[in-house]
Each structure stands twice: as C-alpha cells, then as structure tokens.
C-alpha cells in the first residue's frame, strides 16, 4: 500500500469520498473507488452521489429505468464445452453440453448451432431441449445458423438456384427452432460465400442473391417475428474472400436489405482480421441502430489466424474501447464469448471471460467523463496518461 503525505483533514475529505462512492455501490470489489473518482467528486461540491439500486432494481436487469446501467447477458459458446473432457463427468451430447455450460457462474444464456446441435431432435422434442435449460438454469438466446459442406460453393449466393433454396428454407426452419425454444434471434454466419479466385465470380450477381435472400427470410411468417443478423467473416478456409468483407460493406448490405429485423453481429476476432478498430465497427453499425449481437473474444492477428482467446488477453485498451462504445450506443443485446479454450477448463474459462468484461465496464464507466473532453481534442497523451 502506497501511503501519500497530505494534511489529515484533506485525507480524511478523501476518505470520506472514498467511503461515499463505495456505499452507493453494490457489491465488495465493484464498490471500491478509484482515487480519480474520489477527487473528481471532491472538486464539485454540490454532487449529488447517486443511491444504490435496490436489489430487486438489481436482479429486474432488462427493466431498468431509461438512463440507468443495464445489467448485461452473458451467453458462451456452446461447443468449447467439448474441451479438456477429462474435467468434466458427464455425457458430451447436446443436453450434456447444456448441462455442462450450467456450471458456469454468471452466465444465462446459451446459443445453439442450427442444424448441428437439433438434428438429433425433431421439433416435436423441443421440450427436452427446453427442460435441459432449465434444469442448467439457462436459457435460449438463438440459433447460429451453420450451413452444410456440400453449399461450398455458396449458401445464399450459390450459382445453383436450388441450392440457394435450401439455403434459405434451412434459415427459415432455425426461426422455427427458435420460436420452439423460446429465443428471438438467428445469427447467419455465410462462411461459403465467398470465393477463392480473382475471376471467380460476380461481384454483384453474388452481393445480389444474397440480398434477395436475406429479404425472402425476413419477410416470411417464420422469421417476421425474429431478428435476424449476418456475422460477416473477411476470409475464412473455405472462402478466402467473402462478399460481404468488411464493417462497412456489411452496413451498405443492410441498407440495401431495408427490412427492421435485420441487423449485424460483430466477432472481436472477424474484426480484427480485416484489419479494423473493433470499437469504431461497434461505434459504426450501433449509431446505425443495427448492432444485434457482439461475439466477444481476443487474438494475436497472426497471417490466417483466428484465436479465439480470453477477451482484452492481448489488446487489453482495445477491449476497454470496445466497451466504452458499447455503452454509448446503449447495446441491449447478450454478450457472446466466442472463444476456443482447446487446452483450458472451459468453465474456468468462460468465467475469466465473465469477470474481465464486468471489470471492464466498470472502469469504461469510471473514465467516461474525463474521456469525453480528451476526445473533443483528440488528445492522445491525455488519454494515455489518463489509463496510466
């Protein structure tokens, strides 16, 4: 502990300021202050310390009065429950992956790859499916959709109309699947369209289909009622180019859709891939009132590699950024932790993940109003000096 040399009544002025913010908070670690905080309140005497919100203010979460902090979802990837098997004593099925991620302190949600983990199951079983929530204390917050080998030329831009067909009704049957399962969103990851070659394709033949089939879904009975959002990857194995490469493509492809249920969903590690600042995308598609969904994860931008690490583990400012901007677009959707743990406790893992974002954001709250003058400067050593 560092012990500063300053007249007892200032300490104790401290003190007292200290104290004060630490009881209008709830919780031990998140109550304790930073000294910045304590002197800010300190040189305006007429604050006003906001009150702690009541517990059952605190558990309502998405009911929380306009202005106020909403307490955030968290939602892990389903298949890192696969990982270091040897931890884990149950079955490694679906229901015993569900019933694996239940262990997880602080998450609720839990987000189903469609067809992969319900082909076993026919949508008359959804009820099994739904009973393996609860009893994990979990709940569905969508279906990512996957589409199968054979579309490697394409899903939605596939050159064989027939193919795009079955593109699109297999979307259609995962907004089914999720009305069974009580879950409001179906995230489409294209990973096949794309193209490998210069030459290859059409440009805007492709980027064509692909609208019309996005607009097909959207208007359907089956998904009217859904949101439904494109998680565009720049390059991927399987498509080393993809149609929609970039944040700002994926904003026009959205505009060029036109439909209210349409929106994006942004993965840290996509992202970074095409060579982009993940808080100015989130910054971006939010202002656009488009951002439906945030896959969150870290990577160290290697040639071809997409890591899948704890999140804010190799670019911890970018994680705070990311937050920060979070917060000012007033996201609303889960917070998704799209990671591989390969060599870790899964649990653990998802956990850590849990932990860093809620630390995160309380320090992304602590900053914002000293943040906003640096910013109105562009100040770049102010900002600097502010996080040292």
Same mark, same amino acid.
């Given at each position: 502990m560092i012990f500063l040399r300053q007249p007892l009544p200032d300490a104790l002025r401290l003190a007292s300021a200290a104290g004060g913010l630490a009881v209008s908070r709830q919780g031990a670690e998140p109550s304790l202050p930073w000294r910045a905080e304590c002197e800010a309140l300190l040189s305006t005497p007429d604050a006003v310390i906001p009150a702690a919100p009541?517990?059952?203010?605190?558990?309502?979460?998405?009911?929380?009065?306009?202005?106020?902090?909403?307490?955030?979802? !968290?939602?892990?990837? *389903?298949?890192?429950? %696969?990982?270091?098997?040897?931890?884990?004593?149950?079955?490694?099925?679906?229901?015993?992956?569900?019933?694996? @991620?239940?262990?997880?302190?602080?998450?609720? *949600?839990?987000?189903?790859? !469609?067809?992969?983990?319900?082909?076993?199951?026919?949508?008359?079983?959804?009820?099994?499916?739904?009973?393996?929530?609860?009893?994990?204390? *979990?709940?569905?917050?969508?279906?990512?959709?996957?589409?199968?080998?054979?579309?490697?030329?394409?899903?939605?831009?596939?050159?064989?109309?027939?193919?795009?067909?079955?593109?699109?009704?297999?979307?259609?049957?995962?907004?089914?699947?999720? /009305?069974?399962?009580?879950?409001?969103?179906?995230?489409?990851?294209? @990973?096949?369209?794309?193209?490998?070659? @210069?030459?290859?394709?059409?440009?805007?033949?492709?980027?064509?289909?692909?609208?019309?089939?996005?607009? /097909?879904?959207?208007?359907?009975?089956?998904?009217?009622?859904? %949101?439904?959002?494109?998680? !565009? %990857?720049?390059?991927? /194995?399987?498509?080393?180019?993809?149609?929609?490469?970039?944040?700002?493509?994926?904003?026009?492809?959205?505009?060029?859709?036109?439909r209210e249920n349409f929106g994006l969903t942004l993965d840290v590690g996509h992202l970074l891939m095409a060579g982009e600042n993940p808080a100015q995308s989130i910054a971006m598609v939010g202002a656009a009132g488009k951002l439906f969904g945030v896959h969150l994860n870290d990577g160290h931008s290697r040639l071809g590699a997409e890591d899948g690490l704890v999140f804010g583990s190799v670019h911890p400012t970018m994680a705070l950024e990311l937050v920060v901007w979070l917060k000012r677009v007033e996201y609303q959707g889960a917070i998704y932790f799209d990671t591989f743990p390969h060599n870790e406790d899964p649990v653990r893992e998802a956990e850590l993940n849990i932990r860093r974002f809620e630390r995160l954001e309380r320090r992304a709250q602590q900053l914002e109003s000293q943040l906003k003058p640096l910013q109105a400067r562009h100040d770049a050593m102010g900002v600097l000096e502010l996080l040292e």
């Open positions: 009541s517990a059952t203010a605190a558990a309502a979460g998405d009911a929380a009065a306009p202005g106020a902090t909403r307490r955030p979802r !968290f939602a892990s990837r *389903l298949n890192s429950m %696969k990982d270091r098997p040897e931890l884990w004593d149950g079955p490694l099925d679906v229901l015993g992956l569900i019933a694996r @991620q239940g262990h997880v302190r602080g998450l609720e *949600l839990v987000y189903l790859n !469609f067809p992969q983990h319900l082909e076993t199951f026919d949508i008359s079983e959804a009820s099994t499916v739904l009973r393996a929530l609860q009893e994990a204390k *979990l709940q569905a917050g969508g279906l990512a959709l996957r589409f199968p080998e054979h579309m490697g030329l394409g899903a939605f831009t596939n050159p064989n109309e027939t193919v795009r067909k079955e593109a699109v009704d297999l979307t259609l049957r995962a907004c089914v699947w999720a /009305e069974a399962l009580d879950a409001n969103e179906v995230v489409v990851w294209p @990973q096949t369209d794309g193209y490998d070659y @210069q030459l290859q394709v059409d440009y805007l033949v492709a980027w064509s289909r692909a609208v019309d089939a996005f607009r /097909e879904v959207l208007d359907s009975p089956s998904c009217r009622n859904k %949101k439904v959002s494109l998680e !565009f %990857k720049p390059t991927d /194995e399987i498509s080393r180019f993809a149609i929609v490469p970039s944040t700002g493509a994926a904003l026009l492809f959205a505009q060029q859709v036109n």
